[in-house]
């Protein structure tokens, strides 16, 4: 029942910013770690940045100092604010989060992916 919807992607110049949003719904119980993947054409899909409960965050090295992820608890939100875009960053960004919903009455994790917002960033 939980659902994972992203928003925010486009096509933008070199240079320029965008900020995805990933909002989490459903019998949520608790959400663990959130973050974000992208994948270009051609290419392995591969961790972009990552937020873990308590404040831990990791970034690819190919976006540090660019990306910043950060999230909304209380609302179940993600964001990835990208600055600087180059055209290595088009890609398909998919959302995704390890999510704890109550299954008779015990929490149990499951690692859920949201639909990708493509990213399109021209030269």
């Known amino acids: 029942q939980v659902t994972l919807v992203e928003s925010g992607g486009g096509l933008v110049q070199a240079g320029g910013s965008l900020r995805l949003s990933c909002v989490a719904s459903?019998?949520?119980?608790?959400?663990?770690?959130m973050g974000w993947f992208r994948q270009a054409p051609g290419k392995q899909r591969e961790l972009v940045a990552r937020k873990f409960s308590g404040g831990i965050t990791y970034y690819d090295d190919s976006v540090k100092g660019r990306f910043t992820i950060s999230r909304d608890t209380a609302e179940n939100t993600v964001y990835l604010q990208m600055n600087s875009l180059n055209p290595e960053d088009t890609a398909v960004y998919y959302c995704?989060?390890?999510?704890?919903?109550?299954?008779?009455?015990?929490?149990?994790?499951?690692?859920?992916w949201g639909q990708g917002t493509q990213v399109t960033v021209s030269s």
């Open positions: 459903g019998s949520i119980f608790s959400i663990n770690t």
């Open positions: 995704n989060a390890l999510i704890s919903v109550l299954r008779f009455g015990v929490p149990a994790q499951s690692n859920y």
